[in-house]
C-alpha cells in the first residue's frame, strides 16, 4: 500500500529577508522537498533519496553532502551591472537608428565603464528597497514604480555630479524641455518605469537561483 503525506509550512528568512513557503511529501518512504517561494529555488529536490549521496564503497572512502545556496551580494552586483550596459547599448543604438542623421543602419550602441558602477549600485539599491517594501510590507507595484524613479532620478543627477568634476560625464539632455542641469530629464520617465517593472522581475529571478555547494565527508 502506498501512503502519502503532505506537510506545508511558512516561515520567515531573516537573514535573506523574504518569506519561505515550502511544502514535504512522503510516498512509500521517499520524501520530496518543494519550495514554492518565488524568491527560492523552484525546483523539486529530494530529499533522504537513497543512494544519491552515498559512494560505492569499492569506487571511494568519502560520501558527498549537497547544500543549495543563493547567489551571493557580489555576483547579483555584478549582473545587475552587465544588464544596465547592455539596456545602455540597445537603446542608444536604437535611438540613433531613427534620430541620426544618417541613421545607424549598423545598429551601433555605446556605453562606458561608469555606467557599469552606476547601474549596478542603483539596482543593487533598488533589490534591498524591493525586498523590504514588497516581501515585508506587501507595498504594490503600483506605489513602489514612484519610489524607485526618485531613487533612479537621485543615483543619475549625483552620479553626473561626480563625474562632472572629474570631466568624464557622458550624457547632456541640455536639449530637453523638462531637464535640470542636463544630468536627468523628465522625458525618460515612461522609459525608466518600464526598466524598474524589469528590475523588479530581474530582482526575483537572482534571489530565486541557487547554486550547490558539494563537500566530501569521510564515511566512518
Not at 537573514?15 to 513557503?21: A, I, K, L
Not at 541620426?100 to 558602477?117: E, I, P, V
Amino acid at each position: 500500500m502506498t501512503t502519502t503525506t503532505t506537510t506545508t509550512t511558512n516561515t520567515f528568512s531573516g537573514d535573506n529577508n523574504y518569506r519561505t513557503s515550502s511544502t514535504t511529501t512522503t510516498q512509500s518512504g521517499l520524501n520530496y522537498h518543494v519550495n514554492t517561494n518565488p524568491c527560492s529555488t523552484a525546483s523539486v529536490a529530494p530529499m533522504n533519496f537513497p543512494g544519491v549521496l552515498e559512494s560505492k564503497p569499492d569506487e571511494s572512502d568519502n560520501k558527498t553532502d549537497a547544500s543549495f545556496s543563493p547567489l551571493p551580494a557580489w555576483l547579483r552586483f555584478y549582473v545587475y551591472g552587465l544588464h544596465g550596459v547592455f539596456d545602455e547599448v540597445v537603446f542608444t543604438a536604437l535611438y540613433d537608428l531613427y534620430h541620426a542623421d544618417k541613421g545607424n543602419r549598423q545598429l551601433l550602441g555605446y556605453s562606458t565603464l561608469f555606467s557599469f558602477f552606476m547601474y549596478a549600485s542603483c539596482s543593487y539599491f533598488v533589490e534591498r528597497l524591493y525586498i523590504r517594501l514588497y516581501y515585508k510590507h506587501g507595498v504594490p507595484v503600483y506605489v513602489r514604480i514612484p519610489i524607485y524613479l526618485a531613487v533612479l532620478y537621485a543615483w543619475e543627477l549625483t552620479s553626473g555630479l561626480l563625474l562632472r568634476q572629474l570631466g568624464a560625464c557622458s550624457w547632456d539632455y541640455s536639449h530637453y524641455d523638462y531637464n535640470f542641469m542636463g544630468l536627468i530629464t523628465l522625458e525618460y520617465a515612461p522609459a525608466w518605469c518600464i526598466l524598474c517593472i524589469i528590475q523588479d522581475l530581474l530582482s526575483d529571478f537572482l534571489l530565486a537561483l541557487r547554486f550547490v555547494k558539494k563537500t566530501k565527508t569521510k564515511l566512518e
